[in-house]
């Protein structure tokens, strides 16, 4: 059994003791732990998604000199509750011409794909579902089953527009996954583990440099190639070629409406806050920091990396689909396969570190 | 392994699509992301206006000229008057005419205070689209403020201007050259040098200096492929050839020239307003002509000034009766829109969006 009781916080450990004393034997104990965390990790994260979604509109309306949603409570704080409140009512219009189950399907797979990734994300000192020895490698696998939804969505609406959404997000991620992976590596090395628990305890200590974003020139640079990959590969500005309102409409989505459309909007907010995870985990030291208690270090830092992004979407213009594809691999790949040779060969020689 | 067989495919773009500016249709033929063919339709926003205008007197026709250009309904509106003032021989008041050219030239700033947003949003930059129109505001709350409308005037009368400018006007105008000219950096510093934006605008469709006067282009399109020709200049109307101004050029005629010359003419548009604001004179603002009974002699006539797109014209024939014979609206848009064929195809459907951007065309002028 991966789950150890004594990886869990307070109360799924009185949980677990509580289920334990009504009788509750094995394999059944283990499906209604875990079945209990899912759902937990689940509303979380749907709160978190509601979040960012309203964070965003605030930080947009900012950057661009206005205010943002004001009507729903303070400063529109529930604003996106009723939001996603209005799309659940929306009548779902389909398609005659698509293609049912991949239609229907597309939207189920990305949203599940969103979030799978967060059984092996440590939330805080022993917050983590399940701490995989193959963590960070299980990570890669499962955020890219997303593009799989985005092509069938593309493929499913028997749109034009949404097809070339759909192999506009193949060709990218397929193409930023190569420097990303390249860029985790360099970490793996530093830290000698695939396990996400191994690499945030790697970090500890030493006030905060000991994270490994303090590794000049290394964790530098694989930090910063680490957040443009990613920035491709959550779709947004100046990578969000697939859903490029302005060519595409809106890409892959287009023919997607009510719950459907919700569920690829929320997914796209959480891969947004997935990415920012893992990079809080690799490079800004996970939940290690002073005084504070981890879980609020390891909020901080990610929403940190999310404003980045979202500062980001609302600055620059959008990339073309060739300059994309030429960045990634006439610049990116190079300079994280060089940085993570050059990495591996000084921790090799043991000169550094 | 046999060569691969690709297929090309016709995406219908429009006539509602985000980036067309209103309900212009283009049938493209793609190759993958390549744009190998294109095929503009027009017509979605036809109203009859040059119909309409035959059962009208000719002051009726006045607020009809403000739904031919809506953007810049100021100019639309002075030309047909200019026409009929130059066929009537009506004598504007010297006030009038130095209103006329405030207006005007507020106006093209705030045409290219849209054409620099939504070029922007095109691109993908979501954000100068806020800043441009948050500038155009400060124009708009001053024709509201002269004529009580936002978009479509009315303002300009045969023989004046309908309203005189309340005394607030000055003040708050010069307010407004101030802050948009200081805002001119914050514009420039978003976009002119960010990596990102070069790569989408510099060297992509390319329109030579022979090819744009071949295809009738005008306006900053010519003027941003470096032919320095500007009707405010080469055939001044109104008070133009009183005031001290550039003509700003550029060489290239790439899309990032295009921008950069709109950026250059907002400068001089506030030079102009100043300029006109110093010499305006006292008097009258509207030399009254009875628009029930207002009749010019049996004619023809050809009116063209340079508005924010190009040259627009009015051509009219009149019999000497109170409504107009004949209207022909010239619409610069009209002729840009049928290059966009020659120059996009070969790129990326990225770039045929940021060339449609960059021409600034607006369908209400194409289609009439």
Redo the contacts between chains.
């Keep these: 059994m991966i789950l150890a009781t004594a990886e869990l916080i307070g109360i799924f450990k009185w949980l677990h003791g509580l289920l334990v004393d009504l009788g509750l034997k094995e394999p059944w104990l283990t499906v209604v732990v875990y079945g209990l965390l899912s759902v937990t990790i689940f509303g979380v994260l749907c709160l978190i998604a509601l979040f960012l979604v309203w964070w965003e509109r605030k930080i ?1 309306g900012h ?4 205010f943002g949603p004001m009507r729903n409570g303070w400063h529109g704080w529930y604003q996106t509750v009723m939001d996603a409140l209005k799309l659940l009512q929306k009548e779902d219009i389909l398609v005659d011409t698509r293609d049912r189950p991949v239609f229907f399907w597309a939207p189920v797979i990305c949203f599940v794909a969103a979030f799978l990734a967060y059984i092996v994300i440590p939330f805080g000192k022993g917050l983590i579902v399940a701490d995989l020895n193959i963590g960070i490698l299980y990570i890669i696998a499962i955020t890219t089953f997303t593009v799989i939804s985005l092509l069938m969505a593309g493929w499913g609406s028997h749109n ?2 949404a097809l ?1 959404g759909g192999m ?1 997000s193949a060709a990218q991620v397929v193409s930023y996954e190569v420097p990303m992976v390249a860029s985790i590596l360099t970490v793996i090395i530093f830290s000698g583990s695939l396990s996400m628990v191994d690499i945030t305890e790697s970090q500890q200590g030493n006030f905060i440099f000991n994270w490994f974003i303090f590794r000049p020139p290394f964790g530098i640079i694989a930090f910063i190639t680490y957040i443009i990959a990613a920035t491709a590969e959550a779709n947004r ?2 990578f ?2 697939p859903e ?6 809106a890409g892959f989505n287009i023919e997607y409406s009510g719950m459907k459309f919700a569920m690829f909007f929320l997914a796209e907010f959480v891969n947004m806050f997935t990415v920012s995870a893992i990079a809080t985990t690799l490079f800004l030291g996970g939940w290690n920091g002073p005084l504070l208690p981890s879980w609020l270090w390891f909020l901080g830092k990610t929403l940190l990396v999310v404003l980045l992004l979202m500062v980001f ?11 994309l594809m030429e960045f990634a691999w006439k610049f990116l790949v190079p300079l994280t396969f060089a940085n993570l040779i050059l990495a591996g060969w000084m921790k090799y020689a043991g000169w550094y570190w | 392994m046999s060569k691969l067989r690709t297929e090309e495919f016709t995406v219908n773009m429009g006539p509602h699509h985000p980036s067309t500016h209103g309900v212009c249709r283009l049938i493209l033929t793609m190759d993958g992301e390549k744009v190998v063919k294109i095929e503009p339709v027009i017509g979605y926003l036809h109203r009859s206006m040059e119909k309409i205008c035959e059962n009208r007197t000719y002051a009726q026709c006045v607020p009809l000229m403000d739904r031919f250009e809506y953007v810049t309904a100021m100019s639309a509106e002075y030309v047909f008057v200019n026409a009929v003032e130059k066929l009537a021989e009506v004598e504007v008041p010297e006030r009038a005419e130095y209103l006329r050219v405030i207006m005007l030239e507020l106006n093209r700033i705030a045409s290219h205070l849209i054409f620099y947003g939504s070029t922007a949003m095109d691109i993908g930059a979501l954000t100068p689209f806020i800043y441009g129109l948050r500038e155009r505001e400060l124009i708009i709350d001053l024709f509201e403020m002269t004529c009580g409308q936002r978009l479509t005037y009315n303002y300009m009368k045969i023989g004046g201007v309908s309203h005189d400018i309340p005394k607030e006007f000055i003040p708050k105008c010069r307010e407004a050259v101030k802050i948009i000219s200081e805002k001119m950096s914050d514009y420039e510093g978003l976009l002119n040098e960010n990596p990102i934006w070069l790569a989408r605008t510099k060297n992509i469709g390319v329109l030579s200096a022979d090819k744009a006067i071949a295809y009738g282009v005008s306006g900053p399109i010519l003027r941003a492929s470096g032919v320095k020709y500007d009707i405010r200049k080469n055939e001044p109307y109104s008070i133009y050839d009183r005031l001290d101004f550039n003509i700003p050029t550029r060489p290239n005629g790439d899309c990032y020239d295009r921008y950069c010359l709109r950026l250059d003419e907002i400068r001089e548009s506030l030079k102009i307003i100043s300029q006109a604001l110093d010499g305006l004179p006292e008097g009258d603002t509207l030399k009254k002509v009875n628009p029930f009974n207002f009749r010019p002699p049996a004619g023809e006539i050809y009116s063209r000034i340079e508005n924010s797109r190009g040259e627009m014209g009015v051509y009219i024939v009149s019999d000497g009766s109170t409504k107009p014979l004949r209207v022909k609206m010239r619409g610069s848009s009209y002729n840009h829109i049928q290059i966009i064929p020659e120059l996009a195809p070969g790129g990326l459907i990225a770039d045929l969006v940021a060339i449609f951007a960059t021409f600034d065309v607006i369908m209400p002028e194409v289609d009439r």
Excluded: G, H, M, N
């Excluded at chain 1, 490029?244 to 409409?249: C, S, T």
């Excluded at chain 1, 979407?313 to 300059?323: E, G």
């Design positions: 947009a950057i661009q000199q206005r034009k527009y070339l506009r500005t100046p969000d070629i490029a309102e302005q060519e595409l409409v979407r609302w600055t620059f213009p959008r990339l073309r689909v060739d300059q």
